[in-house]
């Protein structure tokens, strides 16, 4: 079964870090774009970051970028998400997703197949 | 950056009738653009992907259409399990991947 399953999430203080994991199995994680996607309580779905299967190419939006890091290990199916001097809004549900016909890097598809997701909250 | 704007916010529709859900796009992002269903607790299911094809086990009552700017997903006879939020989402000019601010089905 193809499946991704994240770990990591918890109550963080604000300036604090926290280490996101998402375990892929059921196909050859080593191929595939992924990206992390998180949704605030009560809101809609906002893109956190991608990486190209062998972590060539790396996006963050501007809402991130220089506090949270994206990367992967491929020997071990694993996808991370690292996140720096985290404030009250990155609070939310976070998920991995794989792009659908991944070419390696910068493929134009949808995401197919995504994690239950993993809670992040941020407060003192 | 690419705004998607979701319309209604919230549409009422009873079992057994047709639900229409519209997504408009702040320029053209071709046909590269998907629906997401995503049901209270769960995770985001990809529905429709290349503005009309339908993902991998999703039932024929699904269907998308559109190109360019203006994207409809129509549920032709509503499920019980159909109620639940819908996300648009494009591909075609990223980053940043933009998804719409989704519209909730209710009974």
């Known amino acids: 079964e193809v499946q991704l399953v994240e770990s990591g999430g918890g109550l963080v203080q604000p300036g604090g870090s926290l280490r996101l994991s998402c375990a892929a199995s059921g196909f050859t994680f080593s191929r595939y774009e992924m990206n992390w996607v998180r949704q605030a309580p009560g809101r809609g779905l906002e893109w956190v970051s991608y990486i190209s299967s062998t972590s060539r190419s790396i996006y963050y939006p501007d809402s991130v970028k220089g506090r949270f890091t994206i990367s992967r290990d491929n020997a071990k199916n694993s996808l991370y998400l690292q996140m720096n001097r985290l404030r009250a809004e990155d609070t939310a549900v976070y998920y991995c997703a794989r792009v659908k016909d991944s070419s390696g890097w910068d493929t134009n598809d949808a995401f197919d197949i995504w994690g239950q997701g993993t809670v992040v909250t941020v407060s003192s | 950056e690419i705004v998607m704007t979701q319309s209604p916010a919230t549409l009422s529709v009873s079992p057994g009738e047709r639900a229409t859900l519209s997504c408009r796009a702040s320029q053209s992002v071709s046909s590269n653009l998907a629906w997401y269903q995503q049901r209270p607790g769960q995770a985001p299911r990809l529905l429709i992907y290349?503005?009309?094809t339908r993902a991998t086990g999703i039932p024929a009552r699904f269907s998308g259409s559109g190109s360019g700017t203006d994207f409809t997903l129509t549920i032709s006879s509503l499920q019980s399990e159909d109620f639940a939020v819908y996300y648009c989402?494009?591909?075609?000019?990223?980053?940043?991947?933009?998804f719409g601010q989704g519209t909730k089905l209710e009974i």
């Open positions: 290349a503005a009309s």
């Open positions: 989402q494009q591909y075609n000019n990223w980053p940043p991947y933009s």
